[in-house]
């Protein structure tokens, strides 16, 4: 069973900045992706950023330009780099992780691709 740890999140202004970090037991196998998502309230949870074994990256249209996602594979942790937030990034936050799928850009973005899920870590932005 992989584990996966959130931190990170917390209180900020409109137009600020906040790093995420996820935590892994282990890597499932040599060929995977991680990604991070995020739910509000009321609304469906969302794909917002992935990564896959060979480095390449996805975003949602909504985060792109000031979401970076990177991992680090010798400390077994996933990053996001949040900047220039708004109020409608305000969401609990999740990492996850899943095995090696390369069906396009946004598939991966997809909540079906991953199998092992975080507790998250709360975002808030205020206006």
């Known amino acids: 069973q992989v584990q996966l740890v959130e931190s990170g999140g917390g209180s900020v202004q409109s137009g600020g900045s906040l790093r995420l970090s996820c935590v892994t037991s282990?890597?499932?196998?040599?060929?995977?992706?991680m990604g991070w998502f995020r739910q509000a309230p009321g609304k469906e949870r969302e794909g917002v950023a992935a990564i896959s074994t060979d480095g390449s990256t996805s975003y949602a249209d909504s985060v792109k330009g000031r979401f970076i996602v990177s991992q680090d594979r010798a400390k077994n942790t996933l990053y996001l780099e949040m900047n220039n937030l708004k109020p409608e990034d305000t969401a609990m936050y999740y990492c996850?992780?899943?095995?090696?799928?390369?069906?396009?850009?946004?598939?991966?973005?997809?909540?079906?691709?991953?199998?092992?899920w975080g507790q998250g870590t709360q975002v808030t932005v205020s206006s």
């Open positions: 282990e890597y499932t196998s040599s060929n995977y992706l």
């Open positions: 996850a992780t899943g095995p090696f799928y390369s069906g396009g850009y946004y598939a991966i973005l997809s909540t079906v691709r991953y199998k092992y």
